[in-house]
């Protein structure tokens, strides 16, 4: 930014400037966070005190304690080691499915963004028409439908997803498209694949870069959701969402079921949000 | 004004055309196909599934079946539901009232919390109080809605047992108050959700809108500070925004479904996860059709209503 001149002529540094580094701070503190997140799911082998099947049917419904440090569900398994292991499977969705809907959005959003034309408008009303049809629904459908398994999530949210990155992708490469540099690519003889990839996609990366973002956050929210409608993820192998699932039915005996595993959802789904928020503001 | 509406009507046919293509192919891209439910049952023979395949058409072409089902769709015959027999359309207007109720609420409280935050936040950005809604609308934004709702139960319902953690009357009761009740938990979760978007937004519009050349001007002839930042700035910032409220209230109706199951809110909500688990496919698609309907109908209106609020947006 400019620095502005005050009335007497001299240059006075610019008044938002001392707080400019507090957001980007707290951007490198999320993504501390979310690293710390990754490694302790890498690491959940490591890490979680008992393995996650790991039954003691003579500590059931145990409050947090020393020896549980966020107690023990109804079979007596501790809840920090699933909810260590179900971070691997949390993140795992979240992050495999933001690559699915990356991938289709950018190829859908890039053809018609490059094409223009009857293809520019047939792809983008199929984009608005997937939507105007409710998210979260569409896939507890699906899912319920087709025996709920990892990859199956994986690839359901992914294709639930690519919506908006084919909107932004195929705006910039709509405006990139009539630019001097693709002109004078194209001029000097470069052919669609050259100019897409060595032209276009990188400068559409930033905005390709944002919107993956958005969809970690929700294809890690989705997931939760699913797997808390019993549609997602299912048990013995524990996620965040089924985990939340079985929580509900004791809340009233045992609340501490449900504080972890939503506790790692929110820590996971902020500190993306504010990455995304500190990338899209640069 | 008449042509334009016409022509986003136009626009807005083949979406909802595209959009049945998608809601029925994919009931029945089911393994089974949407008598699933009845194959697992070994009380039904399979000569009676049989005769309901040939009695509901499963066994004509997909094409044709797609086409028939369309047309009576349109006409508002809607099927029975597999669960209690009685007709769809019956089954979803008993719960709308509820739906309506939750939703109407959670967007006035949404509102009352995002105009004032957004507003004020706008006039001093990366002010203390900007920095402070920012942070709490990140994390608003980032909230599971359904573990929300289950904090709220356990602190309000469960601990300090102030307000009840289901349902939307007491059995037998039915009083205002009963009534409120019940509903200040599900509506806290949506509102809290969708505050923290919209003040987003209205903060974004309300920057934007108070660094132009009119706003300056008027502030330069003396305009009072106060009627600068309501007459001037907001009306022009709100157009916009309204249009992301009213797309945003189509999806709530039809999106409610986590809070109002976390609630056993009876809504529409509720009433597609009792179809999803009974495999109930012509409530569940007779829902997801109306909800992206809505949803169209909605863009439709919001695009014409920010048209007449902004004349500077062409009626094109």
Redesign the interface.
């Known amino acids: 930014m400019m620095p502005a001149l005050d009335g007497r002529g001299t240059l006075e540094p610019e008044p938002?400037r001392s707080?400019?580094i507090?957001p980007r701070s707290e951007g490198t503190a999320a993504a501390l966070l979310l690293a710390v997140l990754l490694a302790a799911a890498l690491a959940a082998p490591a890490l979680a005190p008992y393995p996650p099947d790991h039954l003691d049917l003579d500590r059931r419904r145990e409050a947090p304690s020393a020896a549980h440090w966020f107690g023990t569900d109804e079979l007596g398994r501790d809840v920090l080691a699933r909810v260590l292991y179900g971070a691997r499977v949390s993140l795992a969705v979240g992050l495999l499915s933001a690559a699915v809907a990356g991938a289709s959005g950018v190829a859908i959003g890039g053809v018609a963004g490059y094409a223009g034309g009857a293809i520019d408008s047939i792809l983008m009303?199929?984009t608005?028409?997937?939507l105007?049809?409710?998210r979260?629904?569409?896939l507890?459908?699906?899912t319920?439908?087709l025996q709920p398994s990892v990859p199956l999530l994986v690839l359901l949210i992914g294709l639930a997803g690519w919506m908006e990155t084919a909107r932004v992708v195929r705006a910039e490469f709509a405006t990139l498209r009539g630019r001097g540099f693709v002109e004078n690519a194209r001029a000097a003889g470069a052919g669609h694949a050259r100019i897409i990839g060595a032209h276009l996609l990188p400068n559409a990366a930033h905005v390709v870069i944002v919107s993956l973002t958005l969809a970690v956050?929700r294809g890690i929210?989705l997931e939760?959701?699913l797997s808390?409608?019993g549609?997602g993820v299912q048990p013995p192998r524990a996620s965040w969402g089924n985990m939340?699932y079985q929580?509900?039915a004791t809340?009233?005996t045992e609340?501490w079921l449900?504080f972890a595993?939503?506790l790692f959802?929110?820590m996971t789904?902020?500190s993306?949000?504010?990455v995304g928020?500190r990338l899209a503001r640069r | 004004m008449l042509r334009f509406l016409a022509r986003r009507l136009l626009q807005a046919a083949?979406?909802l055309l595209?959009?049945s293509v998608?809601?029925f192919l994919?009931?029945h891209?089911?393994?089974g196909g949407p008598l699933?439910i009845y194959l697992s049952n070994p009380n039904v023979r399979p000569q009676d599934i049989e005769r309901l395949r040939r009695a509901l058409g499963l066994d004509r072409p997909l094409w044709e079946q797609y086409w028939s089902w369309l047309i009576a769709f349109a006409q508002g015959d809607w099927g029975y539901s597999f669960s209690d027999g009685r007709p769809v359309g019956m089954r979803i207007v008993e719960r709308v009232p509820a739906t309506l109720e939750l939703v109407a609420t959670a967007i006035t409280v949404a509102l009352a919390l995002a105009l004032p935050a957004g507003i004020v936040a706008a006039l001093r950005?990366?002010g203390w109080f900007d920095?402070t809604t920012t942070a709490l609308a990140?994390?608003g934004?980032?909230?599971?809605?359904?573990?929300f709702g289950?904090?709220l139960?356990?602190v309000f319902a469960?601990?300090l047992g102030w307000l009840p953690?289901s349902g939307r009357t007491t059995f037998g009761g039915g009083g205002l108050v009963d009534h409120l009740q019940h509903l200040a938990l599900p509506a806290t979760v949506l509102a809290v959700v969708q505050a923290a978007a919209w003040s987003r937004y209205l903060r974004g519009s309300m920057i934007e809108t108070l660094a132009q050349p009119f706003v300056v001007a008027a502030r330069a002839r003396g305009v009072p500070s106060r009627a600068v930042i309501l007459r001037h700035a907001l009306r022009n910032a709100l157009g916009p925004v309204l249009a992301i409220v009213m797309v945003d209230a189509a999806?709530l109706v039809?999106?409610a479904?986590?809070t109002e199951?976390?609630f056993a809110w009876p809504g529409l909500g509720s009433l597609?996860?009792e179809a999803?688990a009974r495999?109930d496919y012509a409530v569940?698609m007779a829902?997801?059709m109306l909800?992206?309907t809505a949803?169209?109908a909605f863009?439709v209106v919001a695009d014409t209503a920010h048209a007449l609020l902004d004349p500077r947006v062409a009626l094109r």
């Open positions: 938002g707080v400019e507090r009303r199929g608005d028409a997937m105007a049809v409710p979260l629904p569409l507890m459908i699906a319920s439908v956050a929210l939760s959701a808390f409608f549609v939340l929580a509900q809340l009233a609340p449900a595993p939503g959802i929110l789904t902020l993306v949000n504010i928020d | 083949p979406l595209v959009i998608i809601v994919l009931i891209s089911v393994p699933a950005p990366r920095r990140i994390a934004i980032s909230l599971p809605a359904f573990w289950l904090l139960q356990i469960l601990g953690s999806l039809s999106g479904v986590v199951s976390v597609f996860t999803l495999r569940l829902l997801l909800a992206s949803i169209v863009n």
